[in-house]
């Protein structure tokens, strides 16, 4: 893959990069959302929806919560997304290589939105005196200086995750030696006990959260049957 041809994935991974933290935090960065765009622009938005459902079942185990530590799955949607679509339909390898890349690329991410904290904690020290006194520009200055840092992260991230595995995928995909749906199957069964661990730890530490679970499959499943 080349530069141009990743520009438009590492716009895409800037946009919804900024939505986990900075802005609007609208939900639209979470894997199944992010994938299946990704999988759209390359052509193939049925395969970025595949990968985005796996992605989603492991990114439940993340709570973005306060100043923690957690994958960013915004541009890693993009690029797990952008990477399965890409590869011919049905090759054996494809999900786990993409799945592979997609997870690598969450946890680089992660440890990048650290060193932006860090960089905006730096920039906040220096503005402290003018902030204090009520300087609206100083105060508009870090918030803008911070979302702009944040939407650049994300694009160098999404184009350098692209550039480095999307030859690696490939070359993942053409010495796999397994058939399709038992690569597949594994994938699924191991995202599925992710999610099932996070569900449960949910369960047990928030009181009453299971019953809104089983009320949400039950009007889901009514939905259904009154179509």
Known sequence: MTFLEALPLAL????????????????????????????????????????????????????????????????????????????????????????????LTASISGSSMVVLRRIIAGRLERSRGRIEEGSRAALLSLHLSGMTLDLLRGAIVTTLAMLVFSPLVRAIVATWGSEPSYSRSVVVVVAAMVAGAALWKVFHSVRHVIWFFAGGIVVYVTLVFLR
């Not at 395969?47 to 985005?52: C, K």
């Not at 797990?80 to 054996?92: R, Y």
């Open 12 to 103: 895409l991974g800037a946009l919804l990069g900024l939505d986990v933290v900075s802005f609007p935090q609208a939900m639209i960065a979470r894997p199944i959302v992010s994938s299946t765009v990704a999988g759209a622009l390359i052509g193939h938005s049925e395969a970025g929806l595949l990968i985005g459902v796996v992605l989603e079942l492991i990114a439940l185990d993340t709570l973005p919560f306060g100043a923690s530590r957690y994958p960013e799955w915004g541009s890693a949607g993009v690029v797990g997304g952008a990477l399965f679509a890409a590869q011919p339909a049905g090759m054996p390898g494809a999900l786990p290589a993409s799945v592979l890349a997609a997870l």
